[in-house]
């Protein structure tokens, strides 16, 4: 059965760090492109990063751009999202997504994770 399961989110304070994890099962997750996605409460889905399946391209949102570094570890079969100076305004559930291209679009993304809350306020 294929399964993205995400880890890492917490609570932190503003200027804080946390580094997110996505694992899967059931595939092999090298072979896909890999984003990161949030949601925060009465907003819609938006795209915050996104690797290729080699990690050698990445695509950061403006609002994340310096501040947050998506990278993978396909031995692991494991895509990390370490976050930098976050700021309230970053606090939302965050998903990971295995799809076919490096996309900062939610509905170009295939399988999700169920994600992982992030909540960044002092």
């Known amino acids: 059965q294929l399964q993205l399961v995400e880890s890492g989110g917490g609570l932190v304070q503003p200027g804080g760090s946390l580094r997110l994890s996505c694992a899967a099962s059931?595939?092999?997750?090298?072979?896909?492109?890999i984003g990161w996605f949030r949601q925060a409460p009465g907003k819609e889905r938006e795209g915050v990063s996104c690797i290729n399946s080699s990690g050698g391209f990445t695509k950061y949102a403006v609002s994340v751009k310096g501040r947050f570094t998506i990278s993978r570890d396909n031995a692991k079969n494991t895509v990390y999202l370490q976050m930098n100076s976050l700021k309230p305004e970053d606090t939302a559930i965050y998903y990971c997504?295995?799809?076919?291209?490096?996309?900062?679009?939610?509905?170009?993304?295939?399988?999700w994770g169920k994600g992982t809350l992030v909540t960044v306020s002092s």
């Open positions: 059931g595939f092999t997750l090298g072979s896909n492109p």
């Open positions: 997504a295995a799809g076919v291209l490096c996309t900062l679009s939610p509905s170009d993304m295939a399988y």
